[in-house]
Every structure is written in structure tokens, then in C-alpha cells.
């Protein structure tokens, strides 16, 4: 019981370090990608909190960002290994088009959480333990407070430019 809470934990800051370091590289706090996304980063900034983060939040609220594509490729790995990974990479891909997304954020996460998941399962670790630490890793920068995330995910973006 305590080594699977203590894998859960592994599981999920892996999970929030891949995502959100993903969606930095890929510049989702620069601007809204997708129709939506302004709108959300507008609203978090006039409740206090930082725009840049909020303009990230609302791109992963919009679009298959990083943070899809971790949650997606971790079912893929769960069901079917590196190729159910690779076949969610593909889904994320697809809905990145439907979205009329330029960016490229959630395909790559999805291909990068594959591999790494992958090699948390040859270490022991299952990768449900993945969906469900990325589910954590999600409610942390969607579901518990906007203007405490945006502000975090601002100083990140502040360290990469």
C-alpha cells in the first residue's frame, strides 16, 4: 500500500514536470493559439492572476496540449504498450487539426510521456499509476486555484525567456 502511494507520487510529479516543461518549450504561455484560449487568459489575469500562465491554460484548456497527450499516451501505454502510446500520440495529432492547432505541444508530449512511461514500467512502476498521477498533475494547474497556477506557470515561462 505505502510503495503504491509512494509510486503514485513518482508518477504524477513526472507526469506535471513532462507537461508543463513540454508546454514551456513549445511557447504555450506566449499567446492564445486557438480561439478560446485569450479569452481564458484575459479572465485569469482579471481575477489576479499572471497572463502568461493564463494564456498557457487556456491553450491546454482549448487544445490537445502536453498534458492531453501525457493523460492519452498513458492510456495507450496501459493498454497496448509503446505501440498504444504511439497510436495515442496519433489521436492527439489528429485532434491538434480538428482544434486548427499550429502547435505541436500535445503530439510531442504524447511521444515523449510513451518513452518515458515505458521505461517507468521496466522499472516496476504500472502505468495506471501514470493516469492517475497525471489526473493529479491536471487538477494542480486546472482545478484548484487559476490565479495561484498562473502565477507559477508565469515565473516558469519568466525563467525560459
Known sequence: MLEDLAQLCVAAVVSWILFVSVDIIFRLPL????????GIAKAVEG??????GGTMMGNIVSSPDASAGTLLAACGV?????????????????????????????????VLATFVIY???????SAAYFIAGM????????????????????TLWRWRS
Do not use: M, W
Open 47 to 52: 481575477e489576479g492572476g499572471s497572463l502568461s
Open 31 to 38: 499567446k492564445g493559439g486557438v480561439s478560446g484560449a485569450t
Open 135 to 154: 489526473v493529479i498533475a491536471i487538477l494542480t494547474i486546472q482545478g484548484l486555484s487559476h490565479v495561484h497556477a498562473s502565477r507559477l506557470l508565469g
Open 119 to 125: 521505461a517507468f514500467t521496466l522499472a516496476g512502476f
Open 78 to 110: 496501459y493498454i497496448a504498450g509503446i505501440p498504444g502510446g504511439l497510436f495515442a500520440a496519433l489521436l492527439v495529432y489528429i485532434g491538434n487539426r480538428i482544434c486548427y492547432d499550429p502547435g505541436y505541444a500535445g503530439t510531442t508530449g504524447a
